[in-house]
């Protein structure tokens, strides 16, 4: 592979995909945004994120973004987490 294959930072990977980047982040979490590093500089190759965006979209072209979760999700789930823990023993 040639290195104009190669993305390189965060900011060109989301600039490529179409997205910001606190969503390109949301993607490589929860969605398996196909990336790698060499030391603390993430780098993605177009030809893997093309292939993995046909995937994702099933052939339409369009992400859908992960919604990110709310306050409320978190604090319920946290609360949920330590009454399992508490009750557990």
């Known amino acids: 592979m040639q290195s ?3 993305l390189k930072g965060w900011g060109e990977i989301a600039q ?3 997205v910001d980047v606190s969503d390109t982040l949301r993607l490589a979490k929860l969605d398996g945004l196909p990336y790698f590093r060499m030391g603390n500089t993430v780098y993605c190759r ?3 994120l093309d292939a993995w965006t046909k995937t ?3 052939g339409t072209g369009r992400l859908k973004i ?3 979760p709310t306050r409320r ?4 789930s946290t609360v949920r987490k330590f009454a399992i823990f508490r009750y557990a023993r």
């Open 4 to 6: 104009a294959d190669l």
């Open 66 to 68: 992960p919604a990110v």
């Open 73 to 76: 999700d978190r604090e319920s």
């Open 16 to 18: 490529y995909v179409g």
């Open 46 to 48: 177009k030809s893997r």
């Open 56 to 58: 994702v979209s099933h």
